[in-house]
């Protein structure tokens, strides 16, 4: 089903989890620190928000994803249990861990999946929905390497074929370049990005990936090895700028900002 190209959809998305596994000190996240500075920054910015949250973090911190509810527009999905970025696991415990941590937080089910780093694999679309989920929001449509090779993905929603009803809600990417637009590569690619983003290369359905280690320089980024410290911490001090001035971009060139859930729906509906 192919989006209908008179709508122009913007879904932010938040990715609440523990920075890259590297532990500072027992149930301590230095990123947290910056949590009332986030939501002043979405409140002002009037937009809904998505979160994708760690089972772990839900567990360690609940405190932080009740003030996410309290204070923001804001609706909760599920982002792994552990965000092991080496897959390490076995993927159906894995996902029993995160539901049984999000139930016990929220009272629920999750509906939608967030597999870490975009890593989602052929067979795990069939576990997921027979776990009960409607959707996954998990493939980036493009190439990373050692990670993932989605350049023949689609762009926008689709149920994958081992699915029956399960829906795929793929990241925003610049169409043709198939570089995702995301927090994360607006402020590493910087300026010359955006500039050509604003000129032509942005998708009518746009779902936007973020983290806060995106926004604020912690002691987390010193920890990082080499190159990846330079890559995470480029423009990170201009990095709610680059953010706040894009929402407004994309607010004046006609985007209407939604919940992923809505963007589930609508596809559904069709």
């Known amino acids: 089903m192919i989006w209908d190209d008179s709508q122009r959809v913007a879904c932010i998305t938040l990715d609440l989890?523990?920075?890259?596994?590297?532990?500072?000190?027992?149930?301590?996240?230095?990123t947290f620190d910056y949590i009332d500075d986030y939501i002043s920054m979405i409140n002002d910015l009037e937009i809904p928000l998505s979160i994708f949250g760690v089972g772990v973090t839900i567990q360690r911190h609940p405190e932080i994803v009740e003030q996410l509810q309290t204070e923001l527009d804001a609706e909760f999905h599920l982002h792994s249990y552990q965000h092991d970025m080496t897959k390490s696991y076995e993927f159906e415990e894995e996902i029993q861990n995160g539901i049984r941590a999000y139930q016990d937080h929220f009272g629920s089910s999750p509906s939608g999946y967030r597999a870490p780093q975009g890593n989602i694999e052929p067979g795990e679309w069939a576990k997921l929905e027979q776990a009960g989920f409607?959707?996954?929001?998990?493939?980036?449509p493009s190439y990373r390497p050692g990670v993932y090779n989605n350049v023949?993905?689609?762009l926008t929603p689709y149920?994958?074929?081992?699915a029956e009803k399960l829906v795929e809600i793929p990241f925003a990417v610049a169409p043709k370049l198939r570089v995702p637009i995301s927090q994360n590569y607006l402020k590493l690619l910087g300026n010359p990005y955006i500039f050509a983003l604003k000129k032509g290369l942005l998708p009518d359905l746009l779902v936007y990936d973020s983290h806060l280690q995106d926004f604020w320089r912690t002691e987390f980024h010193s920890n990082l090895p080499q190159p990846k410290r330079t890559l995470m911490t480029r423009n990170i001090d201009r990095s709610v700028t680059i953010f706040e001035n894009f929402v407004r971009f994309l607010r004046d060139s006609g985007y209407k900002f939604t919940k992923i859930s809505d963007v589930y729906t609508t596809f559904i509906d069709r």
């Open 152 to 154: 023949r993905a689609p």
């Open 134 to 140: 409607e959707f996954d929001a998990s493939v980036f």
């Open 159 to 162: 149920i994958p074929e081992e």
């Open 17 to 30: 989890e523990e920075d890259w596994n590297i532990p500072i000190e027992e149930n301590r996240n230095p």
